[in-house]
């Protein structure tokens, strides 16, 4: 059992040292001799600049925050942890790093540059492949309606200054505008049925030339064959397959209206079924010769697989001069 020691004394029993100098000491269990007996040992004494630099001693009723401060004051920086705040932290991690160097950039290797190139490839494959689908779906249809109304304007123009004759037209010219007014539509009829000069202009094509030539509309019989985009370049004909029987359909000339009316429809067959636009149409319920008109596009939408085949019959000749037909007034 160890007993309690006594507390030191202070004042001439240690010589007035000055504190730090001679006042710390440890007591060892045995003299400088080796004889067993308390011994008091200095530790080596400390240069006036330190003792000026230490605290004050902590007031003694607040031991324990005065001794965290001490500590804090003297604990020693964590090691590699440059003073002066976190700039300066940053600052001599970097020279360190500038001192020293970073780990050299691979070279990529012939598997990895072959893997960009067609990663590459195919982003580039992708966005040429976005713009021809907005330029199919979007850009031919702006183009398509811009040419097809011009085309309508110009018709009007020529009718009502007298410039152009009844009856007198070109392959590719407008003769006469057609009216759907279930769907909304209003487009110029040119001659023939050709993609570039006709179908892709916005306009609707008449079977007028060669083999697939049919009769105009002022015919005492026959059947006045048309064709249209149902997909992109105006897409005249979009929507025919949601006609019924007994809708309107009228042709507009220089001097007459035409109307008729929807009887039948094919939903599909092939292009090469050229006898859905003969005099009397093959499937169209038609037995005898007569005025009928036919609406031909192609079928499932956004492919030319099949056609989809629409036909009516004529049930009204007015001329111009009485005015507009119902199914347009109405």
């Given amino acids: 059992m160890t007993a309690l020691r006594p507390e030191r004394e202070s004042g001439a029993a240690y010589g007035q040292q000055p504190y730090g100098a001679s006042d710390a000491f440890e007591e060892h269990p045995r003299g400088r001799d080796g004889t067993d007996g308390p011994a008091t040992v200095f530790l080596p004494p400390i240069d006036e600049e330190t003792v000026a630099l230490r605290l004050p001693d902590p007031p003694p009723d607040d031991p324990l925050g005065a001794m965290s401060a001490s500590a804090a004051s003297v604990a020693p920086s964590a090691p590699g942890t440059a003073p ?29 540059v072959v893997s960009r190139v067609i990663g590459e490839v195919f982003i580039t494959t992708g966005v040429v492949m976005l713009l021809f689908v907005s330029y199919q779906l979007w850009w031919t249809n702006v183009r398509a309606h811009a040419q097809a109304d011009k085309e309508t304007s110009s018709l009007q123009d020529d009718w009502a200054s007298g410039k152009r004759a009844p009856g007198e037209f070109e392959p590719g010219q407008g003769f006469a505008i057609l009216h759907i ?18 179908l892709d202009r916005g306009m609707v094509g008449h079977y007028g030339e060669g083999k697939l030539k049919t009769a105009m509309p002022d015919a005492k019989t026959g059947n006045f064959s048309l064709a249209g985009h149902r997909n992109t370049h105006g897409e005249p004909f979009r929507y025919i397959n949601r006609l019924t029987a007994g809708d309107d359909v009228v042709v507009e000339t220089q001097s007459e209206y035409f109307v008729y009316k929807m009887t039948s429809m094919l939903p599909v067959t092939p292009p090469s079924n050229t006898s859905v636009i003969d005099p009397i149409p093959k ?48």
Avoid at 181 to 198: M, R, T
């Fill in 181 to 198: 007014p279930k769907l909304d539509v209003v487009v110029p009829i040119a001659e023939g049925v050709s993609n570039k000069k006709v």
């Fill in 84 to 112: 002066g705040g976190r700039a300066a932290r940053r600052k001599a991690a970097k020279r360190r790093h500038g001192r020293h160097g970073g780990s050299p950039a691979q070279k990529a290797g012939p598997a990895v």
């Fill in 283 to 330: 499937g169209s319920g038609f037995t005898t010769a007569g005025r009928y008109i036919t609406l031909t596009t192609c079928t499932p939408e956004f492919t030319s697989k099949y056609r989809l085949i629409v036909w009516g019959k004529m049930v009204e000749e007015r001329p111009r001069s009485k005015g507009k037909p119902d199914a347009l007034v109405e």
